[in-house]
């Protein structure tokens, strides 16, 4: 098992490549947690917070980077 302070690295790393696309949107997100179960929980921020698509963003665009960085990461949730 990675150690936790590397995956969270991991995790900081792969937000700021995908900071960004979301930055050309009007938004941004901040990384808050890494859980015990392996759910990743990040804030929307700007306009992706209030953003329709928002959802799908975090399946299809966060989900599937940050799971690409270690089979430890379950998922991704946004939290207020």
Known sequence: ?????DLIAKIQFAIDQ????LND???DM??????EDGM?????LGAC???SMSNMTIKA????????VSEEI???VAVD
Request: one cysteine or more; charged letters at 40%; proline letters at 3%.
């Open 30 to 35: 901040e990384f808050v947690q890494l859980r």
């Open 61 to 68: 665009g966060i989900e599937e980077s940050l799971i690409k």
């Open 1 to 5: 098992m990675e150690q936790k302070e």
């Open 25 to 27: 949107d009007g938004g």
């Open 49 to 51: 917070s209030d953003c």
């Open 40 to 44: 990743v929980e990040v804030r929307l």
């Open 74 to 76: 379950k998922g991704v």
């Open 18 to 21: 995908l900071r960004p696309f």
